[in-house]
């Protein structure tokens, strides 16, 4: 089984040179390097740009992730098979820049993947325990709009997707950017685990995960883990 970290770049690294201070994402790169072995890096840099994440969000765009998913995969020795997808879209999302703007901000659109394998999966949450959709398009218009993606804020979700063939699993230490790319993974994994170390700590993973013949992937935010202190 493979073991990986990667990095999401915070948005503001892809902003150019517009003389605003951002996080030196090379520097934290190096950080870790020197203090983490044993795990493989793989580099997200040359799959996003600004683009790909929303103007009024700190978020990634699920609809732009492709080449995260599939540069991942290749990164643990997963084969990822073609999938179509339907868009589905959803209007107006205003994410947490929206609030900080002095003039009124143009809204975003959320957009989100189903296929075949996201309509046959099964998620549970450790808070409910009972059987869920990949999606929740009501909490759409909650308090944030994110939340529609696998289960929102959870300490630890179980996606087991029917139709995947491959038989390996995976379990992710993540934060909520991880919540959209999971459905873009169900090609290639019949079971993924979500680990969020903002809500459980890290001693208590080992009750309720096995490791057993799993690919395990560290996948944070360079925010975050500027913040380091919020995990557990």
Same mark, same amino acid.
């Given at each position: 089984?493979?073991?990986?970290?990667?990095?999401?770049?915070?948005k503001?690294?892809?902003?150019?040179?517009?003389?605003?201070?951002?996080?030196?994402?090379e520097?934290?790169i190096?950080?870790?390097?020197?203090?983490?072995?044993?795990?493989?890096?793989?580099?997200?840099?040359?799959a996003? +740009? !600004?683009?790909? =994440?929303?103007?009024?969000?700190?978020?990634?765009?699920?609809?732009r992730?492709?080449?995260?998913?599939?540069?991942?995969?290749r990164?643990m020795g997963? $084969?990822?098979?073609?999938?179509e997808?339907?868009?589905e +879209?959803l @209007?107006?999302f205003?994410?947490?820049?929206?609030?900080?703007?002095?003039?009124?901000?143009? @809204?975003?659109t959320?957009?989100?993947?189903?296929? $075949?394998?996201?309509? @046959?999966?099964?998620?549970?949450?450790v808070?409910t325990?009972?059987?869920?959709?990949?999606?929740?398009?009501?909490a759409?218009?909650?308090?944030d709009?994110?939340?529609?993606?696998?289960?929102?804020?959870s300490?630890l979700?179980t996606?087991?997707s029917?139709?995947?063939?491959?038989?390996?699993e !995976?379990?992710?230490f993540?934060?909520?950017?991880?919540?959209?790319l999971?459905?873009?993974?169900?090609?290639? =994994?019949?079971?993924?685990? !979500?680990?969020?170390?903002? =809500?459980m700590?890290?001693?208590?993973?080992?009750?309720?995960?096995?490791?057993?013949?799993?690919?395990?992937?560290?996948? =944070?935010?360079?925010?975050?883990?500027?913040?380091g202190?919020? !995990?557990?």
């Amino acid at each position: 089984p493979a073991v990986c970290y990667a990095v999401i770049p915070d948005k503001g690294y892809f902003t150019g040179e517009g003389g605003y201070p951002v996080l030196d994402h090379e520097r934290l790169i190096k950080a870790l390097s020197g203090r983490i072995s044993g795990m493989e890096h793989i580099d997200l840099l040359s799959a996003l +740009t !600004l683009s790909d =994440y929303y103007a009024t969000d700190t978020h990634w765009r699920q609809e732009r992730l492709a080449s995260v998913a599939e540069l991942l995969c290749r990164g643990m020795g997963a $084969e990822l098979p073609p999938c179509e997808y339907r868009a589905e +879209t959803l @209007a107006p999302f205003y994410g947490v820049y929206a609030g900080q703007y002095a003039l009124p901000a143009a @809204a975003d659109t959320l957009t989100y993947l189903q296929s $075949e394998y996201t309509d @046959a999966a099964a998620l549970t949450t450790v808070e409910t325990g009972r059987a869920e959709a990949v999606y929740d398009a009501d909490a759409f218009f909650g308090a944030d709009g994110y939340e529609l993606f696998c289960g929102g804020s959870s300490a630890l979700v179980t996606v087991r997707s029917p139709l995947c063939q491959s038989g390996r699993e !995976l379990v992710i230490f993540r934060d909520s950017f991880a919540s959209s790319l999971t459905p873009l993974l169900l090609p290639a =994994y019949s079971k993924i685990t !979500l680990v969020d170390l903002r =809500y459980m700590s890290a001693d208590l993973v080992g009750d309720h995960v096995d490791f057993s013949n799993c690919d395990v992937l560290f996948l =944070y935010s360079a925010s975050l883990l500027n913040n380091g202190y919020l !995990l557990k």
